[in-house]
């Protein structure tokens, strides 16, 4: 899940509810106030009419234009007695303008005047124009709730966005950093202090670890470089004193084990060697080279080699395959493929070669899937085979890096399959 | 979490203190505070009282006497009288500052004062001829309003 998103959910979580409660609020807290608003305007109009009785002057015309209407009863003092003097209550009230009856709001106050005499004050005001503006209300307050909270949500969204830009940039650096490989230097074009911080250290990162990588590099070419002369020393010692020394049978046959040992050793060292070569660049002349050609000349060497565990060989080439390759590099890639499927398929099982479509497929009979991710890692062996260093494919992987292209395993219906595809020129 | 359960509980006893805003009830004149009692008793001796209430408004209360001669008085909520309104007759002198009625009976000598209102701020005091006089604390003239 995106930050972005998950930021924008959490938002609405809390917004959401709070909102709907703040509108809500709002909402009765308005018409309470409309209410309230409306029982004042009836409690002045009562007031005013009590106070010009009390005081003996004319009394407001009965329908003054307003839908408002009054009416003054005596009442006895009993009756007075009995009910609260100020009352507020809705009914329906008939209003003569419109011949009809409407619901209306109504404060009676009973008050005696300087007689004792008791009266009974009626007031009311008809409620529509009341439940109109209610109404009114209520819609508008659902409406600013839905614009305020999407607005709200959307603009903190855009606003988020906008500011982890560099974030994104370094991500997007980071997705395209390769060790091994020149990289573009961390975009920092950000003034805020954390972003450049986190650059400045991605950055620091990326060197520190391409130094590594480099030291490394030079340090497995050194090494293998300087073992050549003492290997090589070593085994013509070995053959000194196989030549020029009286030795009984045991002593020659722990020679001749030292002998093998030597070999693979330097086998080891050599193709350690290549490796780092191929991964330094330095193997920059490129000549045609006709894979098919290649393949039709090392096969049947290979067939020779392993002919004791009759595996059957077959290949479906075209005529001519030529791409542009270092001839040396293009025999390193189809010679470990092709050993890589020998040494690997049981005595007995078949051996598949295919080219077409710029795609050299090799597939071979086996049991069970190797794991994709480390195969063509240096010294990753499923299971130790004899005379196998466990650089083979990573040279393969190699080779196919230095002219990019695109190598890949799967495992279907029991056969592993290594296909190597050159990119269309 | 915390924050919005605490925020909550505060709007939840605004809205409820708000809602709590009642409407006028009717009073005995027994009720009303002793003070305003006392002012009744001193400056309306022989007026009979037509209708009592208190009004409850959300941080403030108050009180309202009609007497039967039309005349009307509020109170704040401790007793201190806040507004006499003698439309139809006039207001009892004695309750009128000297300063403010020597004002008066100079500048209007033919008029009668019909209703005194004041607050924390300034006296309003209206005058037979329609006139509004604003005086302030110190009695100085600071409004004339028809």
């Not at chain 1, 995106?2 to 609405?12: C, E, G, N, Q, V």
């Not at chain 1, 409660?21 to 409306?38: C, G, K, R, S």
């Not at chain 1, 439940?131 to 969204?157: C, K, M, N, Q, S």
């Not at chain 1, 080891?268 to 490129?286: A, D, H, M």
Request: charged share 25%.
């Amino acid at each position: 899940m995106k930050l972005i998103y998950r930021i924008a959910l959490r938002l609405s979580a809390v917004l959401i509810p709070l909102m709907a409660l703040w509108a809500t609020l709002f909402y009765f807290m308005t018409v309470d106030e409309i209410n309230d608003e409306a029982d004042d305007a009836l409690a002045d109009y009562s007031e005013l009419i009590i106070v010009r009785m009390l005081a003996g002057r004319e009394l407001p015309p009965l329908n003054s234009g307003s839908n408002n209407s009054y009416s003054i009863t005596p009442v006895t003092r009993e009756y007075a007695d009995s009910k609260s003097h100020i009352e507020y209550y809705d009914a329906e009230v008939y209003i003569p303008e419109k011949e009809e009856t409407e619901p209306a709001r109504i404060l009676s106050t009973i008050f005696c005047d300087n007689d004792d005499n008791y009266y009974e004050l009626k007031v009311a005001m008809p409620t529509f124009e009341k439940e109109d503006l209610v109404r009114t209300i209520l819609f508008w307050i659902a409406l600013l709730y839905l614009v305020l909270l999407l607005t709200l949500i959307g603009v903190t969204t855009w606003i988020f966005h906008r500011s982890m830009r560099p974030l994104y940039a370094l991500l997007h650096w980071l997705d395209n950093f390769t060790l091994g490989k020149t990289n573009t230097p961390v975009p920092d074009d950000t003034h805020i202090t954390e972003f450049h911080k986190l650059n400045v250290a991605a950055q620091e990162a990326a060197n520190r670890s391409a130094m590594l990588f480099e030291r490394q590099k030079q340090f497995i070419g050194n090494a293998s470089h300087e073992l050549q002369t003492p290997l090589a020393i070593l085994g013509n010692r070995i053959e000194w004193l196989l030549d020029n020394t009286e030795l009984n049978e045991k002593q020659i046959e722990e020679l001749f084990k030292m002998q093998r040992s030597l070999s693979h050793i330097v086998r080891l060292n050599k193709t350690l060697l290549l490796l780092t070569k191929i991964e330094n660049g330095q193997f920059p002349e490129s000549t045609e080279v006709d894979i098919a050609a290649l393949i039709r000349e090392q096969a049947p060497l290979y067939n020779e080699i392993y002919e004791s565990r009759q595996i059957d060989c077959r290949i479906d080439l075209p005529d001519r395959f030529v791409v542009s390759m270092n001839d040396s590099l293009a025999s390193t890639l189809i010679t470990n493929l092709l050993k890589n499927a020998y040494v690997h398929t049981e005595p007995g099982h078949g051996i598949d070669i295919a080219l077409h479509n710029r795609t050299l497929t090799i597939a071979n009979d086996g049991n069970t899937p190797l794991d994709a991710d480390h195969i063509f890692d240096r010294f990753y062996q499923g299971n130790k085979k004899e005379g196998s260093t466990g650089l083979g494919l990573a040279l393969v992987k190699a080779v196919c890096r230095y002219y990019n292209l695109d190598i890949e395993y799967r495992y279907t219906d029991g056969r592993h399959c290594f296909a190597v595809t050159w990119p269309q020129k | 979490m915390k924050k919005l359960l605490i925020l909550s509980t505060i709007l939840m006893i605004f809205g409820i203190t708000t809602a709590c805003a009642d409407n006028d009830k009717p009073i005995a004149v027994t009720q009303l505070p002793a003070k305003a009692q006392q002012f009744i008793k001193s400056y309306f001796p022989n007026e009979k009282v037509a209708l009592a209430k208190v009004e409850r408004e959300f941080l403030e209360t108050r009180y309202e006497v009609v007497f039967t001669n039309s005349s009307k008085v509020e109170f704040w909520k401790d007793g201190e009288w806040k507004e006499i309104d003698c439309k139809y007759s006039v207001v009892p002198t004695k309750l009128i500052p000297t300063q403010i009625a020597q004002y008066v009976s100079q500048n209007y000598p033919d008029t009668q004062i019909v209703k005194i209102d004041r607050d924390k701020r300034d006296y309003e005091v209206k005058i037979t001829n329609g006139l509004e006089l604003t005086f302030d604390k110190q009695f100085n003239l600071i409004d004339i309003d028809d």
